[in-house]
């Protein structure tokens, strides 16, 4: 017996392997480890037979079965095989990606960059293959050695990549870890300051690690710790524990949402006219294809689903939602848990590679009736789905950038097409191509126009900050109007959410002395400064350097500390607000696992009173204290280099409105700009009358949804060569779409971001006006797209992007 077998890696098709009698019954889905090329490779088995084309004495057999239970049917291959035929993407990445990573290899070395590697970097110390590999290793942590290569494989042979790990290993610019994959959580290792130093280290990392332990005021978790610190913070911490000022512990580990509290009633609440409405749409037996519920923000969607999930688990059906965030899984696991009880599958990253693969196993035995989660969720193995539901369906965390770059609510609509059941894309600000879609009646139209409470929707107020007059040299942060806001909600008990979409302290710092600047050498974009931290990053790159007050190359301590973030917005708040208090959500925050639940948590007992963060805070949080909602600048949203830069800052603003007056206090919305008379900003009341001017301008530039676009992004060390293989690449597909009705080639230019990690980037937009026409064209030219990387140069496509920087 044979069988095809597809792994993941870079291939133009499936492997064929022979099935030994001691490997047992194998068949479609059986999840097997292969011998490729000097090593062993997890591949997934796609078909099987019993005769071959090839040389029977030629062909290898497969090592060893890893799962005696299929992972998947043919159904769920057919779907598979949509996703890899619509993203240009190889049928082994496609399901390496659907599956549990648990369901492979138990153990896998993975490589970080130490900090004297990413300073080498920066320094220029490393060039060839080594800088090759070191770039990566920055910009991708945690890959495993057959990872690189596969990464690399575009730019450096197998062989070079490993003679570059281990000259890397020994100049100690990388480090190897042992991480497990497939194991169910058991301790966490801790640790804790027990004793205050008489005088502060020397050493800047022991400093930076003794102010973290300060602030927590209890045990930390040491793997958010040492990530979040650098390698060298492991060093730091056993020469701290050598003077007794921190001490090591353990806890029990498990993840919070697996044991997430029931939240709200059992029994459903009264609806509304237009919730039963939509209701009544959804329960019908014949319901099917793809609805769009536009409901303003409280308006009680989420009733609308445990209404419909209920309706069909009562016909021996299976109800899947997806979440863009898991910040929002913890209140929709609590609302779904109270009104069906344990039969809950959750999903998603924080989960390890066992606890993922036991919710996994327990939708496939249809022990789990419902199960929530983020865009990974969409492969749970269901094998009677009824209904599917896709939460906030407009965010943009549904768009996965790495490795297969698909669109989980796109991928919804198809997949319910494969099931027959309906889908519901829910959203207060709907994308504009669901919204398009709904308007061509290829999506039915649900609508919830009011607020379920007997609150209405705060009406949101322009205040213009054009004209305020300088305090101490500087704009202030907030306008009088805002700040009485403010203060007339702390005076009745009230809550605020403060938007500034930006994290870090100040966003770029000059010597006023000598004019230097913290630049990144990597990326060409000024570094951010962290203040809390002391030091100074590049978001892009990952590099962080000390940042001791003066200046590197005069030492100077005239210094001029520019722009802002979210925490410097907090020291300013709460400057402004001493008897408030402030917390803050943003993504240094959070990084530290069960950190967000506790910040939401303590906003929503009411032990802060005003909650400032980014994009995060505008999620789909219902907290009934929230009087006011602020947002501190909207310009900077509209004037991002992007089509799609109107459409998400109208989004943005809209869902931190919606935060505001969902409990007994009117709520208030203002929003700070420089230009009040900005299209977004004017049509803010009247989300659909912004659809019809943002619609007129996208059809007049042929942009998505009067088009579909393919980005190509070419990068490399070199820019001139990475330009001539881009325009090569360019001249090809031109020549190639002469006979493919609406297709054009635009580009190649230079991405808006034109360098980073060290590597130049250019990049071209395939832009196809005909679906059909663009999907023959581009099955054409996969090829020419999957060889069109050349050493030194990296090529990749992403179909549908949701953004070109």
């Known amino acids: ?101 648990g369901i492979r290899a138990r153990t896998m070395r993975v490589v970080h960059a130490a900090e004297e590697g990413v300073f080498a970097m920066s320094r220029k110390e490393v060039d060839g293959a080594l800088g090759v590999v070191l770039r990566e290793i920055v910009s991708r942590p945690g890959l495993t050695r057959r990872g690189l290569e596969r990464r690399l494989a575009e730019e450096l042979e197998a062989t070079e990549v490993r003679k570059a790990l281990d000259a890397l290993a020994r100049r100690s610019f990388v480090v190897w870890d042992d991480k497990e994959v497939g194991e169910v959580r058991g301790k966490v290792r801790t640790v804790v300051l027990v004793q205050e130093p008489e005088t502060e280290p020397r050493g800047s990392r022991m400093r930076s690690v003794l102010d973290v332990l300060r602030r927590a005021g209890g045990p930390v978790d040491l793997p958010p710790l040492l990530e979040a610190e650098g390698p060298s913070a492991r060093d730091a911490l056993n020469r701290l524990e050598a003077l007794g000022l921190v001490a090591y512990g353990e806890r029990e580990d498990r993840d919070v949402l697996l044991d997430a509290p029931a939240l709200g009633s059992s029994e459903p609440p009264p609806l509304n006219a237009d919730q039963r409405a939509a209701l009544e749409v959804l329960c019908a037996e014949e319901a099917t294809g793809p609805h769009l519920l536009f409901g303003v923000t409280g308006s009680g969607k989420t009733e609308v689903f445990l209404g419909a999930a209920q309706a069909v688990l009562e016909r021996g059906k299976q109800v899947l939602v997806l979440v863009p965030e898991i910040g929002l899984t913890p209140q929709l696991v609590g609302r779904f848990r109270a009104r069906f009880g344990d039969a809950i599958a959750v999903l998603h990253s924080g989960l390890t590679g066992g606890e993922r693969l036991a919710q996994w196993r327990r939708i496939r035995a249809g022990e789990a009736s419902v199960a929530i989660g ?94 305020l007059p300088e305090v101490d040299g500087e704009h202030p942060l907030l306008a009088p109007v805002v700040e009485q806001a403010l203060r007339d909600t702390f005076r009745r008990g009230g809550q605020a959410i403060v938007l500034y979409n930006r994290r870090g302290y100040a966003t770029h710092v000059q010597c006023t002395a000598c004019g230097a600047t913290w630049e990144c050498p990597n990326c060409a974009v000024s570094m951010t400064l962290h203040r809390g931290v002391r030091r100074v990053c590049c978001h892009y790159c990952g590099l962080e350097l000390p940042y001791t007050g003066a200046c590197p190359v005069c030492r100077s301590t005239e210094l001029d500390e520019g722009g802002r973030g979210t925490e410097r917005i907090e020291d300013q708040l709460q400057a402004l607000f001493p008897d408030v208090a402030v917390g803050r959500m943003d ?93 977004v900003l004017t049509h803010l009341h009247d989300l659909e009358r912004f659809y019809e001017v943002e619609l007129r301008l996208r059809a007049t530039l042929r942009y998505p949804p009067f088009s579909r676009l393919v980005l190509v992004r070419f990068e490399g060390v070199d820019r001139s060569g990475v330009l001539r293989q881009a325009e090569e690449l360019a001249r090809e597909l031109r ?18 971001l034109p360098r980073l990690v060290g590597r130049w980037r250019f990049q071209l937009v395939i832009r196809g006006e005909d679906v059909r026409g663009l999907r023959a064209y581009l099955r054409d030219v996969r090829s020419l797209l999957e060889r069109a990387g050349r050493k030194g140069v990296r090529v990749a496509h992403d179909v549908d992007p949701r953004h070109l920087m």
Not at 413 to 420: E, M
Not at 735 to 752: E, S
């Open 587 to 679: 993504a240094d925050t959070t990084s530290r696992r069960g950190s967000h639940q506790e910040i939401l948590d303590a906003f929503r007992a009411g032990k802060t009173q005003m909650l400032v963060g980014t994009q995060i805070v505008a999620k789909g949080h219902d907290f009934p204290g929230v009087h006011t909602a602020v947002v501190v600048s909207a310009d900077r949203g509209f004037r991002m280099p992007d089509f799609r830069a109107a459409e998400r800052t109208a989004a943005l603003v809209l869902q931190v409105a919606g935060r505001a007056g969902r409990g007994d206090v009117a709520g208030r919305v203002l929003v700070q700009t420089w230009k009040p008379d900005h299209y």
């Open 735 to 752: 020549k190639r779409a002469r006979g493919a009705a609406g297709v054009a080639i635009l580009g190649p230019a230079p991405a808006a």
């Open 1 to 101: 017996m044979y069988v095809q077998v597809a792994v993941a890696r870079p291939l133009g098709g499936e492997l064929t392997y022979a099935v030994p009698p001691s490997a047992g019954e194998v068949g479609l889905g059986h999840v097997v480890m292969v011998p490729l090329g000097s090593t062993g490779e997890t591949g997934y088995v796609v078909a099987t037979s019993t005769t071959t084309d090839f040389d029977p004495a030629r062909i290898k057999p497969i090592s060893r079965v890893l799962d005696p239970v299929p992972a998947f049917d043919d159904r769920q291959l057919a779907f598979f095989r949509w996703v890899a035929d619509y993203y240009l993407a190889p049928l082994g990445m496609v399901i390496h990606t659907a599956l549990p990573s």
């Open 374 to 467: 983020a865009r990974s969720a969409l492969f749970a193995p269901f094998r009677r789905l009824g209904l599917l539901v896709v939460d906030e369906e407009h965010d943009d965390s549904y768009k996965q950038d790495e490795g297969v770059a698909y669109h989980a609510r796109d991928l919804a609509v198809k997949l319910g097409s494969l099931a027959g059941c309906p889908v519901v894309l829910a959203s207060a600000t709907p994308s504009l191509e669901s919204w398009y879609n709904a308007l061509q009646g290829r999506y039915r139209l649900l609508r919830l126009p009011r607020r379920a409470t007997a609150r209405p929707v705060p009406r949101i107020e322009l205040v213009d900050v054009t004209d």
